[in-house]
């Protein structure tokens, strides 16, 4: 086949001078293309929703590579804001102008569509492998005992995870069967409350420490140190005191209790030094250890 056969099989790429509010592309075309902004603008609107505008072209930009060159469908329609002048690139107008590259450079568009659709699939795809966890730990860095919106949450949520929607209603549904959280209509309104993040914090420490295959301290405490830790939640309003002077007031309150049980007890963390010899209760390690004892049904997930 001689230079000029090979010419004229070339086809060359439509050019086309539209109208304000003419529709350049529609999505349920069949055909794939590349649309080029000459000059003028475009823009690229849902198909369910023709006056909600995705973003606006400007003369320069393009859009289709990927409907094209990886056979996936553009979903947006394409309409003319005013005069504008377009390029469409067509199928049969680029596999005759590909037919003209040289193999190796044919190969690394090719090598580098694959690698751009990979790249894309990937980022799509979540990495999150308990659903339950992630939501929990996202929701406890929201405040606790406020109705919050549930339509924001599940966006937020939405965007962070990339989970499929079906998944993430799951999960809510999960952390509130646990009673993690409320959900509850107000004002025709779905809204979200989480009565103590706390209770959150436990759940995703609950789940680290399973995952490391090690010992979670409140589920190790014997009943008397569990009795211990009600006494405390009960009294947390106490003041500093010495060790001695600590031990004297659980044996006072629980016959049974030692020495052995409130160092176990400092060692998990409900107590902190003072740094004078005295030891205060830490309110939000007591109150993360009782909630876990209270909770540990639903926290274990046996329900």
């Not at 596999?95 to 690394?108: D, N």
């Not at 107000?186 to 809204?191: A, L, R, S, V, Y």
């Not at 044996?251 to 409130?262: G, Q, R």
Request: aromatic residues 8%; neutral net charge; glycine residues 4%.
């Amino acid at each position: 086949m001689n230079m000029a056969d090979s010419r004229q099989q070339l086809v060359p790429p439509t050019q086309m001078r539209v109208k304000a509010g003419f529709v350049v592309y529609a999505p349920d075309s069949e055909e794939r293309c590349i649309v080029i902004l000459n000059d003028g603008e475009l823009e690229a609107r849902e198909k369910d929703s023709p006056h909600k505008i995705v973003f606006t072209m400007h003369p320069g930009d393009l859009v289709g590579v990927a409907s094209l060159l990886e056979r996936e469908r553009f979903k947006y329609q394409l309409v003319a804001s005013r005069d504008s002048d377009v390029t469409i690139i067509n199928e049969e107008c680029m596999e005759s102008e590909l037919k003209r590259l040289p193999l190796w450079l044919l190969a690394t568009i090719r090598s580098f569509g694959s690698r751009t659709r990979d790249l894309k699939l990937a980022s799509q795809k979540s990495n999150i492998e308990n659903e339950l966890l992630s939501l929990a730990e996202f929701l406890s860095h929201k405040p606790s005992k406020e109705y919050l919106p549930l339509q924001d949450l599940l966006l937020e949520y939405t965007f962070l995870s990339r989970l499929r929607a079906v998944e993430i209603i799951q999960a809510f549904k999960g952390l509130a069967r646990r009673h993690f959280i409320e959900i509850k209509s107000i004002d025709n309104k779905e809204c979200c409350k989480i009565p103590d993040t706390r209770l959150l914090e436990t759940y995703v420490d609950y789940q680290a420490a399973r995952s490391k295959e090690i010992p979670f301290p409140p589920y190790t405490l014997s009943k008397i140190q569990r009795k211990l830790i009600e006494l405390l939640a009960r009294k947390s309003g106490s003041g500093p005191r010495e060790g001695a002077s600590w031990v004297k007031f659980l044996s006072e309150n629980v016959p049974e209790a030692t020495l052995s049980d409130w160092l176990i007890l400092k060692n998990i963390g409900c107590f902190s030094d003072c740094g004078d010899g005295n030891f205060a209760i830490h309110i939000n390690s007591l109150a993360k250890t009782y909630l876990a004892l209270l909770f540990e049904t639903n926290i274990k997930g046996v329900l």
